[in-house]
């Protein structure tokens, strides 16, 4: 509420931390420092801990009612968390680093190969990696080059396209690059699967990439 004499004024209910005088707070698109703080009795207090009720004095404006309050520091790492978690995809790369935070729980495998018989043996040795922490699944697996349409599936479905004797066409290489979607290309079974076990244990060797930065013509 807005007070004549002390200015805009929240209730807080402090779920989790401590709240201290002098912290910088945000809640919605009110911001400021807390000047001051009250508790039930109307007493000052310098600190508040969970479950304990202040008024809140210090904002630019009046906070909206069932707005969530957070100490500037906190929010900033809170949403650059869910921001990174939000653009994290599945990667051989950063496998165990998203295994070990709990953000993957489930490893989806394309499966592509020059025959049959090598996409059923790639499924059934990939899918035997699994264990406590995370399920490796093979949600699809087929005969020919990778195409655009098994990337969109990969980027949708946020697995990894693994590749055996098989090359991506132009369309899916350009189309993995938009979406980041990780394709690895192998031409022995196993591996392919030392690769997905090391990068579940975080002992994958990092994978050197040409990238073409620019052309030149030599004239003379």
Do not use: W
């Not at 100490?71 to 994290?88: G, L």
């Not at 899918?127 to 020919?144: Q, R, T, Y």
């Amino acid at each position: 509420r807005l007070d004549k004499g002390r200015g805009p004024v929240a209730t807080v209910l402090i779920q989790n931390g401590t709240l201290h005088v002098g912290d910088t707070v945000v809640a919605g698109t009110a911001f400021g420092h807390v000047r001051a703080m009250m508790d039930d009795k109307g007493r000052r207090v310098q600190s508040a801990g969970p479950s304990m009720p202040v008024e809140v004095l210090g904002f630019n404006d009046v906070p909206g009612v069932g707005a969530r309050l957070y100490v500037a520091q906190e929010r900033k790492d809170k949403i650059k968390a869910e921001q990174i978690k939000a653009r994290s995809k599945a990667s051989l790369d950063d496998l165990f680093n998203q295994i070990q935070d709990g953000s993957v729980k489930e490893l989806n495998l394309i499966v592509k190969a020059d025959v049959q018989g090598s996409v059923e043996a790639v499924k059934q040795a990939l899918e035997k990696l699994s264990n406590d922490k995370v399920k490796v699944k093979v949600i699809h697996g087929a005969v020919g080059a990778i195409k655009e349409s098994d990337v969109i599936l990969a980027a949708a479905s946020n697995a990894i396209i693994i590749g055996f004797n098989v090359r991506p066409d132009s369309m899916a290489s350009a189309a993995a690059e938009r979406e980041e979607v990780d394709m690895r290309m192998y031409r022995v079974i196993y591996n392919a699967i030392e690769d997905v076990q090391a990068a579940m244990n975080g002992m994958l060797d990092p994978e050197f990439k040409e990238t073409v930065i620019g052309h030149a013509e030599i004239r003379e």
